[in-house]
């Protein structure tokens, strides 16, 4: 596999970012909330406050990885009504709005109750760039592997701090896009300091594989965009932006955090900053 095969859309959009000298943004919100037309307009905020990648999350009943404040957007969601179709129409509708990648984060069971190769042709259809699979590793992703193949979408899988050097180096080699480096050992949220773990991981990660590695869990401000994007290619947000959401600010609170965490992967990390 060529190298800009495997970079992927997601993957050269960072490298974009990277030639600029600074770490590529990207940013996550759930679909669905606080509605299917709010959650649209939320994530067209991401892109006009100056995110790289776009993630969006399908909302699932039964998370292993998300904290609270994603846990209480999607549960929203669900409430609501959401479902796959609606995912679906809102990758459609924020593809449509600009050239920003658009992965979506999903736990497996929905992809595999849907049809594997179905949903790659429908997401794919739709303008979708791949998927992040958290709960899903290689070992056991032959048919997603060769469904995200065939229809060339990007295959984001995960890598952790108790991940072993064999674990990074398999999993790396089945990755297309970018690799993502969980920094910290447990749910997402928003955190007061980086992970002393993120930067031995990102280093590790990238001794296996020439793929940008994305660092995510916990970066909620400028300060931790600029101390992380130091390190690592991609900064990865989420739990910021959707307390934003939680918190009635609305898209303009989210293209105002996106705003500020855009100008602080290009900042110089200060010696304090994260720590």
């Known amino acids: 596999m060529s190298e800009v095969v495997a970079l992927g859309k997601a993957g050269t959009a960072i490298r974009k970012a990277n030639a600029e000298g600074r770490a590529g943004l990207v940013g996550y919100l ?5 509605s299917y037309d709010g959650g649209v307009d939320a994530i067209k905020a991401l892109v006009d406050g100056g995110a790289d990648v776009l993630e969006i999350g399908l909302p699932y009943s039964d998370p292993v990885m998300d904290g609270p404040a994603i846990q209480r957007a999607a549960e929203a969601a669900l409430a609501g009504g959401f479902r796959v179709k609606d995912l679906l129409r809102t990758v459609e509708t924020v593809a449509a709005y600009s050239d920003v990648p658009v992965l979506v984060m999903t736990y497996w069971n929905p992809i595999e109750r849907y049809g594997v190769d179905r949903w790659a042709a429908d997401f794919a259809g739709v303008g979708g760039a791949g998927l992040i699979t958290p709960d899903l590793i290689p070992e056991e992703a032959a048919e997603w592997i060769a469904a995200a ?25 089945a990755c297309r896009g970018f690799v993502y480096a969980t920094a910290v050992m447990g749910v997402t949220g928003v955190r007061s300091a980086a992970s002393d773990l993120a930067e031995p991981l990102v280093a590790r990660t990238k001794a296996t594989t020439g793929l940008p590695v994305g660092v995510g869990i916990g970066v909620s401000n400028a300060e931790q965009a600029a101390a992380i994007g130091a390190f690592t290619d991609a900064v990865i947000v989420g739990s910021a932006f959707v307390k934003r959401l939680l918190d009635g600010e609305g898209p303009a609170g989210v293209r105002s955090l ?7 992967v290009r900042r110089e990390p200060s010696a304090a900053a994260g720590r």
Not at 163 to 170: F, G, L, P, Y
Not at 258 to 264: F, K, N, P
């Open 149 to 173: 193949d065939k229809n060339e979408l990007d295959k984001v899988f995960l890598v952790s701090p108790s991940s072993t050097d064999a674990r990074i180096r398999s999993t790396t080699a």
């Open 30 to 34: 759930p679909a669905g909330y606080p």
């Open 258 to 264: 996106t705003q500020s965490l855009a100008e602080g």
